[in-house]
């Protein structure tokens, strides 16, 4: 008998020796093989599968990380220039626009409008550039591809796609960016953003009817056989010489240079396509969607997104330098150190799944991760505001060497009221005051220090900073529902917001008609444990004008559709801007872009004829004094009508180790991974420092285990004994 | 017994069509095809008629049940519901709604789930079985009782803070373990260490108790009267007799779970970001893959009743008394 | 004006059926005895008195109504908050309007966040500010304050004393009158244990529980003392709200799983043939699908079913208190099989038993023989499993909020404590209250269901007896 509790205690010391023997060299936490712990290497995580890793698909920023390291747009943002500066990637420079009219006369760049017909932009590449290796440029001896023209068995025992012993290369030519615009049109790709081109994009519906009737049916199986898209004529984009490509639109449209730097507008080789459409492939998961093919710094060369992705550099990268100029402070912030130094420095970057919160904040604290941002929870630990309210790392964190940047995101977080609701809706004076009213009550200055730890800057109109048309100071609130005093906003006070309710007709937040506190619903997507808090704030805040607040909560697919019907009352939603142009922004707005009607993105459904004149007049102008002054024009519409409740713009603050270099934040860049260098050894020296294993929790429990056996085989002995007896 | 288990099989083949039926009628009364597309292409800027091409490349165009437009018994093959099902019974699970091939993805994560799952049920039942044994031996002592205590206690506690509490002390404050992830491999032992000593432990209350009780029906029976009358020791009355002959019981509830191991644990794999079946499913309910859902309710239906089999046969194996009919 | 929300009917409706079942228990010997033998063990009394806390918590928080408002509606008729408040809320006011602004510690002063304050001076500092409710009565409470809970603390525990007094005397009273002797020996056989019913446990139960209670009471009038949330909601506020939710899981889903439960097990087990065949495929079926998945459709079923009819569940409550008695439905639906194989495994063999063999052959009808023999016969085998499943429904709810599918965010639960309290760990310090008090409160609640649980089974399951 006594044979178990021995056999227990040899197991679990069994184990504590191998622990100890397995790991004796490195921490024992680390999450990563022992062998690269001196690697060149970044570390960081993403936390859900990307959906899409084809330019032509992918619009999300989680899909951006990978993409943007890899596909090359002929245009990309400067990293450290501000405001931001478009400069060329693979393009020889920024193409400037020609304007042609209905006759196809060139006009000058001061024509109007109106007069324009067609914008030209002439894209010139670099030579020279390569691919990264892939074995869709493979070729055999003969000089064909190689890989072309697989049958059923040659893809026996293929996986993955490092399976395919060979690969080869090519140069990157003006064909593949007009190849991509054209795959753009694809309707069994459904690119997000094909209903905005078919609007610009000369020729663009037509393409993709043309397609349509060029293509093959489908085999029950469900790939569809190669549609060679070269072939087909567009007038939208044209190869005019081997390095050369040109972009037709329709009437004068100048936010097109901005998504030139998008990976919608990345080079895709015609082979990649070829490829991937043979018989068997999609089977295999080989597709453009999970192989990205690009001629950027780096390759996907690892995609186990319910593990990891690893990027590995690019060894054909054609070696573009570190840019030279930069803002006033970023010599002092060390940015300028690698100028002229060729890009990339690290040779890979490991990307971990990682779901939850705190195993990746605590990863982080470990050093396991080079680069965080900050959850709410972790936020005090990690900040203290100085006795101006500047935030500033807390002591155990600058301890550890850590360093914080922050920035005001180019993205709006907003309460929308349903304009045609009739009881928040409409254009009457009444309704108006009522919004207004609740625009004072609800205190999203509140808000962003409960729910955000002050991360975030309250709106005062659609526009966020660092956007042309936003405005700080004075000139900049929102009058509606702040006063200017001792040199900063301050929110009305609570009382006028009162008084506006009672003209609106609700009297203490009573609806007359019923005698009974005034109702209003909020729709929202809420549905974890932390929102409850929120959303009993929110209840709080309509409560201070006597109006009950009723939540709706739901799932995101009813509540866009509810969204989409025009069935909300009140909601809550954000916006992220694609480019730096109020355009953007003010979009959100725009009558004919309503939820309900136009399908567009203004949830709001506001529509306002002053509003959408100004709108049209400021859409195809260069940023320019008159500019500015319709826009401010357009912002105090907007805040008259309160369709929003402005909320805020948030801010984000990262955090990042001392081995780690060359991190700005960049709201419009994906492409930054690039740019950054790490210093490997200093690392392994903080994370042995770090995590230095604590043992005797393991000799304790080892001990108790034989203390308790002990007693436990003396009575069990004794009581065998005694029964013999 | 051949003929019985083939009958057995047939049997399985109505369940598994009312699980699929049941399976659909909740997805589809919760989501429509539209819901499924929007999902999945995205939330920018989507087109009316990019829901529709969504919708016909993988099938959804169809009705659900019964299609009124068709003639014959096309009005039942026809659907959306035939189509999806049928090919689910060749064990063909196709590719999921993200366009991946699901039988792939199973087959590579099922690894993970079972890295876990063994351990924990082998050496759970090792050290259960002899906690259980230690504690029938001082049966009706105060030993007996205040170990039943802290086992009732134990499984009282809430398998969260099991979780919650090991991640907490082994990796944050004593660096022991990594506190989550995974790799291929072998290179993985140092990511099962702390997910199988949570689980172990999660289960000692419930499956402790368990075998005691197996232990004392069993030590209280005549046959083991007799051996002790005999003058054996109590040691070996435990071992040669209470042990073996609970050993059926105990078989027979292993045999059960057995196939259901590969189905994973949903709650500690995504605790710990591992990347086994438990996580997928989450992840397809999450995202709203439906393809993925139906194959893998339809895997732990067979599983399941895979399980049942197993524990009749099992039946018969240890005891030849019982004859399957 | 009083509100009647579903799960409150049907609440009340088990306190009934469990009253009536009490009733009928007494008046039949083969459930006296067994349940005398649950009162006369020395654990059972006990847990029964903590799970008596308990039931009265979940009791008074199941009396909702609408407060009135102040004021006079236009006509002069009474206005009526549309709030819903309990009984419970009622007597927890001080403790529900007593918000902080974020967390603090249990029995802290102050805030457990640093905030710039501007003081009287006009200087501006970075501090922890001092509680609006917790402690604010301290002028000085780093020297105050451990005297002060330590006063208020003896004072709870003379009112404790002093209850339990009373109620001791009132008990001690009673049974003197039912054993028609003196006050003093009666007292006396108490304390020495010299009866059946071991009273002595009883009391010593009360009393660690009332002065523990009162202790609490009069410390939560000046302090949190089990801390503020991050919203500075009164921590022991929530968890004593928390054991609504989880009573309600445990006994409702068993509730309502019951009826088809044991119809479809005695039929199954009693008729045969085809009935068994049919009622076995459905629970092969049912079983056969992994329990998550059909909870998280059901949920999302039901979130569609209320955006779709959103006049019917205006406010926040019905819609919760909707969410709550579905999860029930459907925990019970995925649940219901084990029982109903049990009732058919053992109706199988009380139709071979001679009596009812003699009442079919005297032409009894079928239904009647069921009523009147099987029915009853299986009574213990509902019973056993109904409070073994108790528990383990209340650890369920945990895991379901942990994947987002357990009751109504809104709601309080342990499981949405738990949830949340995940990540206020990874907080340094760390904030440990919240996930503290849900873990005590559900585990004393569980841990006593269990004991109870198995003083339950071993006194009905003859199987079990003696050993």
């Not at chain 1, 060729?342 to 991760?369: C, H, T």
């Not at chain 2, 105060?142 to 099991?162: P, T």
């Not at chain 3, 049990?342 to 003699?358: C, F, I, P, T, W």
């Not at chain 3, 085998?381 to 109904?386: A, G, M």
């Amino acid at each position: 008998m006594a044979r178990w509790p021995q056999a227990l205690v040899g197991l679990a010391l069994g184990v504590m020796t191998l622990g100890l023997t397995a790991c004796s060299e490195g921490p024992w936490n680390n999450p990563y093989p022992d062998p690269e712990a001196i690697a060149n290497v970044v570390y960081s995580s993403f936390d859900e599968r990307p959906k899409h890793l084809d330019p032509a698909r992918s619009y999300s920023s989680n899909e951006y990380a990978f993409l943007a390291q890899i596909y090359e747009p002929p245009l990309q943002y400067h990293f450290l220039l501000r405001p931001y500066t478009l400069v060329p990637l693979t393009a020889e420079a920024v193409p400037v626009a020609r304007y042609l009219d209905a006759e196809g006369r060139e006009l000058p760049e001061d024509a109007p409008a109106e007069s324009i017909a067609v914008s030209e932009y002439l894209v010139r590449i670099q030579p020279g550039i390569l691919y990264q290796p892939h074995p869709a440029f493979a070729k055999d001896e003969t000089g064909g591809y190689r890989y072309h023209d697989l049958a059923g068995e040659d893809l026996r025992g293929v996986n993955v796609l490092a399976d395919f012993p060979a690969s080869g290369t090519r140069e990157l030519v003006a064909a593949d960016y007009v190849h991509q615009i054209k795959r753009l049109a694809v309707p069994w790709l459904h690119s997000p953003i094909a209903g905005v081109m078919q609007d610009h994009i000369l020729d663009f519906k037509d393409l993709s009817e043309r397609i349509e009737a060029a293509a093959l049916p489908s085999s029950p199986g469900g790939a569809r056989p190669y549609l060679d898209l070269r072939e087909i004529p567009f007038a939208g984009a044209e190869v005019v010489d081997r390095y050369t490509y040109r972009v037709r639109l329709r009437g004068k449209y100048p936010q097109f240079v901005y998504w030139l730097a998008m990976p919608f507008f990345a080079p895709m080789p015609w082979e990649a396509e070829r490829f991937y459409s043979q018989p068997g492939m999609a089977e295999r998961n080989l597709t453009l969607d999970w192989y990205p093919i690009g001629t950027g710094p780096f390759w996907l060369s690892e995609n186990n997104p319910n593990l990891r992705m690893v990027l590995e550099r690019n060894r054909n990268f054609r070696g573009e330098r570190y840019p030279g100029e930069g803002m006033p402070e970023d010599a002092a912030a060390g940015l300028l150190a690698d100028v002229g130094r060729v890009m990339p420095f690290i040779d890979r970057a490991v990307f971990s799944l990682e779901k939850e919160d705190i195993p990746y904040w605590n990863k982080f604290l470990q050093g396991y991760y080079d680069s965080s941002g900050i959850s709410s929870d972790a936020f005090d630990q990690a900040i203290q505001y100085g006795s101006q309210g500047e935030a500033a790392l807390t002591p155990a964190m600058e301890e550890k060497g850590i360093r914080l940047l922050t920035a005001v995101q180019a993205s709006i977080f907003y309460m929308g009221f349903n304009m045609r609701d009739p009881v928040v809706g409409g254009d009457g004076e009444a309704t108006r005051l009522l919004r207004r009213a609740l625009s004072i009550a609800v205190d999203f200055d509140e808000y962003i220090a409960i729910f955000a730890n002050g991360r975030g800057q309250a709106a005062q109109g659609p526009i966020p900073p660092g956007i042309f048309g936003h405005r700080d100071g004075k000139t900049g609130i929102n009058p509606y529902v702040y006063r200017w005093q001792d040199g900063r906003a301050v929110r009305r006070d609570i009382d006028e917001a009162r008084r506006l309710l009672t003209e609106a007709g609700y009297p203490g937040g009573r609806s007359p008609e019923t005698g009974r506190a005034l109702s209003l619903f909020f729709d929202t997507t809420a549905t974890g444990p932390d929102d409850r808090a929120r959303l009993n704030w929110f209840r709080k805040q309509f409560d201070k004008l006597g109006i009950e607040l009723v939540i709706r909560a739901t799932d995101y697919n009813r509540f866009q559709e509810k969204m989409r019907e025009g069935t909300g009352q009140i909601f809550m939603w954000g916006w992220n801007a694609d480019y730096p142009d109020p355009e953007n922004f003010l979009f959100l707005l725009y009558g004919p872009n309503a939820k309900v009607d136009g399908g567009g993105e203004n949830a709001a459904n506001y529509s306002s004829p002053e509003f959408d004149a100004r709108f049209e007049r400021m859409k195809n102008m260069e940023n320019s004094p008159e500019r500015l002054a319709i826009i401010d024009d357009m912002v105090d519409i907007a805040r008259r009508d309160a369709p929003w409740i402005w909320g805020f713009h948030p801010k984000s603050y990262s955090l990042y180790h001392a081995w780690l270099a060359n991190l700005k934040p960049n709201e419009m860049a994906n492409n930054t991974l690039k740019y950054r260098r790490v210093d490997p050894e200093l690392r392994q020296a903080k994370r042995t420092a770090w995590n230095q294993p604590v043992l005797w929790p393991l000799w304790l429990t080892g001990g108790l285990l034989v203390a308790a056996a002990v007693p436990a085989v003396v009575s069990l002995r004794r009581r065998e004994r005694s029964r013999a007896l | 017994m051949t003929a019985y288990i083939i009958r057995r099989l047939l049997y399985a083949i109505p369940i598994l069509i009312g699980v699929n039926l049941i399976t659909f009628l909740l997805f589809f009364v919760v989501n429509s095809p539209d819901d499924m597309a929007r999902m999945h292409l995205g939330m920018k800027r989507v087109t009316p008629e990019a829901i529709e091409t969504w919708k016909r490349e993988r099938g959804y165009h169809r009705p659900l049940f019964l299609n009124r437009d068709a003639n014959g018994a096309e009005t039942l093959t026809d659907t959306i519901f035939f189509d999806k099902s049928v090919r689910l019974f060749a064990f063909d699970f196709g590719s999921s709604d993200a366009g991946r091939d699901i039988g792939y993805d199973i087959s590579q994560r099922m690894w993970p789930s079972l890295a876990i799952a063994v351990p924990v049920l082998v050496v759970g039942l090792l050290i259960n079985i002899s906690l259980a044994l230690f504690i029938v031996f001082f049966r009706a002592t105060y030993i007996d009782i205040a170990a039943v205590v802290l086992l009732v206690a134990m499984m009282s506690i809430s398998s969260l803070f099991y979780i919650i509490g090991g991640q907490y002390v082994l990796s944050k404050v004593f660096h022991l373990v990594p506190i989550s992830g995974y790799d291929t491999g072998l290179a993985a032992w140092k990511f099962l260490i702390l997910p199988v000593i949570i689980g172990v432990i999660g289960g000692v209350g419930t499956g402790t108790r368990w075998y005691r009780t197996l232990f004392i029906e069993e030590a209280g029976k005549d046959y083991v009267r007799t051996a002790r009358a005999k003058g054996l020791s109590e040691r070996l009355v435990l071992f040669r007799h209470v042990l073996r002959n609970a050993l059926i019981p105990i078989l027979t509830g292993v045999v059960v779970v057995l196939p259901l191991l590969f189905m994973g644990s949903l709650i500690t794999e995504s605790f710990f970001g591992i990347p086994g079946l438990g996580s997928y499913t989450i992840d397809a309910i999450n995202n709203q893959d439906f393809a993925i859902v139906r194959a893998m309710v339809f895997l732990g239906s067979v599983l399941y009743i895979l399980g049942l089999l197993m524990t009749d046969i099992s039946y018969t194996l240890v005891d030849p008394r019982v004859r399957l009919s | 004006m009083p509100v009647v929300l579903i799960t409150d009917a049907l609440i009340f409706l088990l306190l009934v059926l469990a009253v009536g079942f009490g009733v009928y228990a007494a008046r039949h010997a083969h459930l006296r005895e067994p349940w005398g033998r649950v009162l006369r063990s020395r654990i059972g009394v006990a847990a029964l008195v903590i799970l008596g806390f308990y039931v009265v918590v979940g009791l008074l928080d199941s009396l909702h109504f609408n407060p009135r408002l102040g004021e006079k509606g236009a006509q002069g008729e009474t206005l009526y908050s549309p709030q819903v408040l309990s009984v419970l809320d009622l007597v927890l006011t001080p403790l529900r309007e007593r918000q902080e602004k974020t967390y603090s510690a249990p029995f802290a002063t102050h805030l457990f966040a640093k905030e710039t304050i501007e003081l009287p001076n006009g200087t501006v500092v970075r501090d922890y500010p001092r509680l609006t409710y917790g402690g604010s009565h301290l002028r000085d409470p780093q020297t105050e304050r451990l005297p002060d809970i330590l006063l208020t603390s003896l004072r709870g525990l003379g009112w404790g004393l002093l209850l339990w007094l009373a109620v001791a005397m009132l008990i001690v009273w009673a049974f003197a009158r039912r054993r028609g002797e003196g006050l003093r020996p009666t007292f006396d056989a108490m304390l020495a244990g010299g009866t059946a019913v071991p009273w002595r446990t009883l009391l010593l139960t009360l009393a660690l529980l009332l002065i523990l209670g009162a202790i609490a009471a009069e410390l939560s009038l000046k302090y949190h003392i089990l801390g503020t949330d991050k919203v500075g909601e009164d921590v022991l506020y929530q968890t004593l709200k928390s054991i609504r939710t989880g009573l309600v899981i445990g006994t409702l889903t068993t509730l309502i799983m019951l009826p088809a439960a044991i119809l479809l097990g005695i039929m199954a087990g009693y008729f045969g043939g085809l009935a068994d065949d049919i009622i076995q495929y459905l629970y092969t079926t049912l079983n056969s699908i992994p329990g998550v998945l059909l909870i998280a459709a059901a949920i999302l079923m039901l979130q569609i079913y209320m955006a779709n009819n959103e006049e019917a569940f205006a406010s926040l409550v019905e819609r919760a208190d909707l969410r709550l008695l579905f999860l029930c439905i459907i925990l019970g639906v995925t649940s219901w099989t084990g029982l109903c194989r049990l009732l058919r495994g053992e109706s199988l063999k009380l139709r071979e038993a001679d009596y009812v063999q003699a009442a079919t052959a005297l032409g009894v009808g079928r239904f009647t023989v069921i009523g009147r023999h099987i029915l009853p016969n299986v009574l213990h085998i509902v019973l056993i499993t109904l409070v073994l499943d108790f528990s383990g429904l209340v650890l369920a709810e945990a895991v379901l909020s942990y994947i987002n599918i357990g009751v109504d965010p809104t709601m309080n639960s342990w499981g949405n404590m738990i949830n949340s309290a995940r990540l206020e760990l990874a907080r340094e310090p760390v904030v440990w209250w919240s996930l503290a008090a849900a873990f005590l409160f559900m585990f004393t609640l569980v841990l006593f269901a269990n004991l109870f649980a198995d003083v339950v089974r071993d006194a009905f399951d003859p199987r079990l007896r003696g050993s």
